[in-house]
């Protein structure tokens, strides 16, 4: 018996209890996202402590300022390993200066003096060219602190923005979800609106800086809400309905895992349909990678819709996640080829297909502004181009891309940028098994692993900090577990 048929045989014994575990955790999954269709993700540092320092008026306060202290780490710092710490450690020590414990302010000043001396550069995540300046600033000002600014920042963005704000111009819809960067002007700002639940920008740090202290009711009832599931915490951007619905469902749709979804589940997903495609939730701005998202979901799950919207985004060589997007963003584009190839519509299909294979990374891998770990990346560009890729340079491509997920596995069975997680194991699979890859790895390690029990999900995801959607993070094991099943034989 090969080292690959071994691998399947041994999986296969863990079939049959894990085929009933698999229906029932879909089963509750979609239960799930109806009962809480606001979405599941983890809190942010940089969200809470923004609220701590912006409403120390809310409901929560003590129970925020204590969330801070806990997530503290040893060494000062909040947050991921590296330059991910930086927004999170700047937010949490300027919020506890005033509002906490004296020492653990000091601690995060000493963390961010080494970070700031030892990290060249920081992750491109949302708005960090604006929050970093505006904390900095904000930090030196209260502790005559000499904090810099990191390599190649130097705040000409946050001015540019202050100076278009100052003149009364119409703040951008993007700008909305980071508004508290412009601290006491956002207050009572005339152009803005909150939106569907009492929102701005889908961010309690946005509104938070928006309401200031007028605390208008359906405001208050957006924050309070936002921490509901937390305690006294809150996420950096809810509503996320859409966004959450159609990653599980196309996801699962993917795998070929048998469900039927809700009908109001898959209606809600255009339910805020506009000429340029759908956001995540609202207050947000429509974006291609959502859109494209809702489409290939709706064709998985047999409502085809033309893709034409997404023509919006097209920018001749690539499609931008929206208008005037500084950089690209590769799972974008792995998601646009899906939903113009769920249609069958091969001029896309074509030009994207050569595009992502030339951002492929010399090693096999992609990476992407939009998460901070690789597999996700890998598993968005893999799955798109095997199903729906065209063009000589494709099947090379994928071989390359499960050669370096195979050469990656750790010793227990899982795969991880940092360590071992369920969510990067579930993307690892989905590239082995959905591409075809039959993997030189013990599956039935793999079936353990994602089976087991495990910590909260870390957060890997970019928004103004690193979050966790932890629906979505289900479907992708649920999936996962399905595929080595799929495989066994």
Same mark, same amino acid.
């Given at each position: 018996?090969?080292?690959?048929?071994?691998?399947?045989?041994?999986?296969?014994?863990?079939?049959?209890?894990?085929?009933?575990?698999?229906?029932?955790?879909?089963?509750?999954?979609?239960?799930?996202?109806?009962?809480?269709?606001?979405?599941?993700?983890?809190?942010?540092?940089?969200?809470?402590?923004?609220?701590?320092?912006?409403?120390?008026?809310?409901?929560?306060?003590?129970?925020?300022?204590?969330?801070?202290?806990?997530?503290?780490?040893?060494?000062?710092?909040?947050?991921?390993?590296?330059?991910?710490?930086?927004?999170?450690?700047?937010?949490?020590?300027?919020?506890?200066?005033?509002?906490?414990?004296?020492?653990?302010?000091?601690?995060?000043?000493?963390?961010?003096?080494?970070?700031?001396?030892?990290?060249?550069?920081?992750?491109?995540?949302?708005?960090?060219?604006?929050?970093?300046?505006?904390?900095?600033?904000?930090?030196?000002?209260?502790?005559?602190?000499?904090?810099?600014?990191?390599?190649?920042?130097?705040?000409?963005?946050?001015?540019?923005?202050?100076?278009?704000?100052?003149?009364?111009?119409?703040?951008?819809?993007?700008?909305?979800?980071?508004?508290?960067?412009?601290?006491?002007?956002?207050?009572?700002?005339?152009?803005?609106?909150?939106?569907?639940?009492?929102?701005?920008?889908?961010?309690?740090?946005?509104?938070?800086?928006?309401?200031?202290?007028?605390?208008?009711?359906?405001?208050?009832?957006?924050?309070?809400?936002?921490?509901?599931?937390?305690?006294?915490?809150?996420?950096?951007?809810?509503?996320?309905?859409?966004?959450?619905?159609?990653?599980?469902?196309?996801?699962?749709?993917?795998?070929?895992?048998?469900?039927?979804?809700?009908?109001?589940?898959?209606?809600?997903?255009?339910?805020?349909?506009?000429?340029?495609?759908?956001?995540?939730?609202?207050?947000?701005?429509?974006?291609?990678?959502?859109?494209?998202?809702?489409?290939?979901?709706?064709?998985?799950?047999?409502?085809?819709?033309?893709?034409?919207?997404?023509?919006?985004?097209?920018?001749?060589?690539?499609?931008?996640?929206?208008?005037?997007?500084?950089?690209?963003?590769?799972?974008?584009?792995?998601?646009?080829?899906?939903?113009?190839?769920?249609?069958?519509?091969?001029?896309?299909?074509?030009?994207?297909?050569?595009?992502?294979?030339?951002?492929?990374?010399? #090693? %096999? $891998? *992609?990476?992407?502004?939009?998460?901070?770990?690789?597999?996700? @990346?890998? &598993?968005?560009? =893999? /799955?798109? +181009?095997?199903?729906?890729?065209?063009?000589?340079?494709?099947?090379?491509?994928?071989?390359?891309?499960?050669?370096?997920?195979?050469?990656?596995?750790?010793? #227990? %069975? $899982? *795969?991880?940028?940092?360590?071992?997680?369920?969510?990067?194991? @579930?993307? &690892?699979?989905? =590239? /082995?098994? +959905?591409?075809?890859?039959?993997?030189?790895?013990?599956?039935?390690?793999?079936?353990?692993?994602?089976?087991?029990?495990?910590?909260?999900?870390?957060?890997?995801?970019?928004?103004?900090?690193?979050?966790?959607?932890?629906?979505?993070?289900? @479907?992708? &094991?649920?999936?996962?577990?399905? +595929?080595?099943?799929?495989?066994?034989?």
């Amino acid at each position: 018996m090969s080292v690959d048929e071994e691998a399947i045989a041994s999986a296969a014994s863990l079939a049959a209890p894990l085929d009933a575990r698999v229906d029932q955790g879909v089963q509750d999954l979609l239960e799930s996202l109806a009962r809480e269709p606001w979405g599941q993700v983890s809190a942010s540092v940089y969200e809470t402590a923004r609220l701590v320092r912006l409403a120390p008026w809310l409901r929560g306060h003590a129970e925020r300022v204590r969330w801070l202290l806990a997530a503290q780490r040893p060494d000062g710092g909040w947050g991921p390993p590296g330059g991910y710490a930086l927004v999170p450690t700047l937010s949490a020590t300027d919020a506890l200066l005033s509002a906490g414990p004296r020492e653990a302010a000091e601690r995060g000043l000493r963390f961010l003096h080494r970070l700031l001396s030892e990290v060249p550069s920081i992750p491109d995540t949302p708005a960090a060219d604006l929050i970093v300046p505006a904390l900095v600033e904000q930090i030196n000002e209260r502790t005559a602190q000499a904090l810099p600014l990191p390599h190649g920042m130097d705040g000409t963005r946050l001015a540019a923005v202050r100076r278009w704000f100052e003149a009364r111009a119409a703040v951008p819809e993007k700008l909305l979800h980071a508004l508290e960067v412009l601290g006491d002007a956002a207050r009572g700002a005339p152009s803005v609106r909150p939106v569907g639940p009492g929102s701005v920008g889908a961010s309690p740090a946005a509104t938070a800086a928006w309401i200031g202290d007028q605390r208008p009711p359906a405001v208050s009832s957006y924050l309070a809400a936002a921490m509901h599931p937390h305690g006294g915490a809150v996420p950096c951007a809810t509503p996320i309905t859409v966004f959450e619905r159609a990653w599980v469902l196309g996801g699962l749709a993917r795998a070929g895992v048998r469900f039927t979804a809700p009908a109001e589940m898959v209606a809600s997903l255009t339910a805020n349909w506009g000429p340029t495609g759908t956001a995540a939730g609202p207050g947000l701005p429509a974006d291609a990678d959502t859109t494209a998202v809702v489409l290939f979901a709706l064709g998985e799950l047999g409502h085809r819709v033309d893709p034409g919207v997404l023509r919006e985004y097209d920018v001749g060589e690539f499609f931008c996640t929206w208008p005037g997007e500084d950089g690209f963003s590769v799972t974008t584009n792995a998601h646009v080829l899906d939903a113009f190839g769920v249609c069958g519509q091969v001029d896309v299909t074509d030009r994207i297909s050569s595009w992502l294979c030339a951002q492929q990374e010399p #090693d %096999g $891998s *992609w990476r992407d502004r939009w998460h901070s770990s690789p597999y996700y @990346a890998t &598993a968005c560009c =893999v /799955l798109a +181009l095997t199903r729906f890729g065209r063009g000589p340079a494709v099947a090379a491509a994928v071989a390359r891309a499960a050669e370096w997920v195979a050469a990656t596995g750790r010793h #227990d %069975g $899982s *795969w991880g940028r940092w360590s071992g997680t369920r969510e990067e194991t @579930a993307y &690892a699979v989905h =590239v /082995l098994l +959905l591409a075809g890859h039959r993997p030189r790895t013990d599956l039935a390690a793999t079936a353990r692993y994602l089976t087991g029990t495990h910590p909260a999900d870390p957060p890997l995801w970019h928004d103004k900090d690193l979050y966790a959607p932890h629906a979505i993070v289900r @479907a992708a &094991a649920l999936a996962a577990q399905h +595929l080595i099943m799929q495989h066994r034989n």
